[in-house]
């Protein structure tokens, strides 16, 4: 195929030899080859931003970057990236704040997206456009005259048309998406619901995977994102000489520990599963003082109220649930807004007997794939996945929740806590074939097949729309 150009909202742009690539640069590591460029906005705010790119090269990776200005940053990011699509999509309708001129800071941002990539780009280059900033982009960038393929990946859920209908400017967003050759999506669910927007709001014909649109034909399919299993599995390992983590196995004092780890944000079922921590030392109280929990949640987005509200309730609920059943000497809450190096992050999994994905709705979950990759085989943790994270669709050996039922949450962990070796052996043995499998590297393959197959596939017209 020729020179593959990555589009995303933020650019992971290498800063120095062995620093530690962002979530999106690891997922498409195997795509970094030397020729591949990766354009989005750098980061920055500028009063007047330039048409052309800025650019660095790294390891033969061609990185181009343009500012945005603090209002478009507000309308089209905080505004109506986070404060509109991102709560319609995970199914958040009452925290969804539509406003027209957020959206058209989002088409404005989008528009000159366009414009600067067009400056660079090349005939036959072939582009992948990455998650909900990015849905118009595709239209705007045919309407520039681009007739290579065009590919997009929605990393977070899709609604289905009644939900969907509560966005004024859905219709459009929907056509924006049938503007591009592929569509990928986490689950088939999340797929299934794209081409029924397409059909019942746009009158599109659906045939299969394929949808034919004002007579153009593009494949919405499902490609489930993973993690490079391998490396993170060995990462787990090497961590037994990590200073932290060390500190972390003394200070347990022989205690379980359980582990969640998830951006501060209100789709991750945050303050339940605080609640479950309190249920389960109501419930079962021969688990007080042999648990710690900890929650790593590094602030996510502090520009949007409702992840500063979410702050304050989980600073409130840690205050309740430590003052409520903390002892001198045990406290069953740990909680810290802290980043942590990836190797950190993967032995601390590793020394956990639980592992908590309770997100009340999610795209994927890497965090479930990362904490199966990194258990010892001879004496494996068990992860509590809620059934609402797109990693539950192939992680089915896992304790499936309903991540809005505390109490369903505490009855997990007693289970996870109290579930006999030869069990959690099977369950992780069947888990980590899955993980193994369904990789970073598979998913880039996987896309990157399609996308150079889709033109040539496409179906020939069959039904009039
Ligand atoms: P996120 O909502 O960010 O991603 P997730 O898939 O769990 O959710 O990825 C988070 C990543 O950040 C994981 O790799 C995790 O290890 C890392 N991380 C979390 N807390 C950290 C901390 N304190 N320190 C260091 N690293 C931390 C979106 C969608 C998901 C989808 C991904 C990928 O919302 O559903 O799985 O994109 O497509």
Known sequence: MARLVIISNRVPIPKARGASAGGLAVALRDLLTPGTMWFGWSGRLASEPALEPAIVEARGVTYATVDLTSEDYKGYYVGFANGALWPLLHFRLGLMQFRREEYEAYLAVNRSFAASLGTVLQPDDSVWAHDYHLIPFGRMLREQGFHGPLGFFLHIPFAPPSMMEALPVARELIADL????????????????????AQRMLGAAVQGEWVRLNGRSMRAFAD???????????????????????RVVGSLAGRALAIGVDRMDYSKGLPQRFEALARLLEKHQEHRRHIHFLQICPRSREEVDEYRKLRTELDRLTGRINGRFSDFDWTPLRYSTRTAPRSQLAGLYR???IGVVTPLRDGMNLVAKEFIAAQPEDDP?????SKFAGAAHELTEALIVNPFDPDAIADAMHVALTMPAPERK??????????????????CKNFIDALSLVKAQAAPPRAAA
């Open 178 to 197: 049938c503007a591009f050759d592929l569509v990928g999506f986490q689950t088939e669910e999340h797929a299934r619901d794209f081409r029924d927007c």
């Open 224 to 246: 489930p994102i993973g993690i490079d299993a391998e490396s993170f599995r060995q990462d787990a390992v090497r961590s037994v000489n990590d200073k932290m983590v060390h």
């Open 351 to 353: 020394l956990s007997r």
């Open 381 to 385: 943790g068990v992860l509590i996945l």
């Open 426 to 443: 099977d369950r992780h043995a069947a888990l980590v074939e899955k993980v193994f499998r369904t990789t970073a590297g598979a998913y």
